[in-house]
Every structure is written in C-alpha cells, then in structure tokens.
C-alpha cells in the first residue's frame, strides 16, 4: 500500500508524519517533562516541537526518492512540507 508512486499517497503522507511526531514528543514532553503554561519551564517550546515534527518530513520525503525512486509521492510529501512551514512561519512571525 505504500509503495505507490501517486500524490494523494505523498499529501497523506506528508500531512500524517509531523502529527505523529509532534503528539509522540507531547506525550514524551507530558510524561517526562513539565509542561506549563509559563514558556521558561519548558524543556522544548512547542515552536521548538512543531518543527522538529515539520523536519520529521526530511526522512520520509527522502527515502521515496532517493530508496524508491518515487517522484510522485515525494513531491506530495514536499508540498505538505512547505505548507505546515508556511503556516508555522505566518503564526510564529506575526
């Protein structure tokens, strides 16, 4: 099932993996960490977080194209990539 080069696989992807990422290191930050509503007692900022799970895309997009060779799905992976670090930009620099 994922071995299919098409966008739609990529988008999901793309869109799917950052999630994962980000709610895995949450759930660690929450089990291990402190989290409050004060930004200084934070281990990692959720910025922080949010582009460690935007990066998490990095290794996704590179073994579809490089290990597999599938362009598709990689550029499916790359534009949802560019979206979330769009989105990120436009909230965190505002």
Not at 6 to 11: A, D, E, Q, R, Y
Not at 19 to 28: R, T
Not at 36 to 60: A, C, R, V, W
Request: no cysteine.
């Amino acid at each position: 099932m994922l071995k299919k080069d098409n966008w739609l696989l990529g988008i999901l992807l793309g869109g799917l993996m950052p999630l994962v990422i980000y709610l895995l290191i949450l759930g660690a930050m929450k089990q291990w960490g402190t989290i409050s509503e004060q930004p200084d007692i934070y281990y990692l900022k959720k910025s922080t977080m949010l582009l460690i799970g935007i990066f998490s895309n990095l290794f996704t997009f590179r073994y579809y194209m490089v290990n597999l060779k599938f362009d598709k799905t990689g550029r499916g992976i790359l534009l949802t990539t560019f979206v979330y670090a769009g989105i990120f930009f436009y909230q965190n620099l505002n």
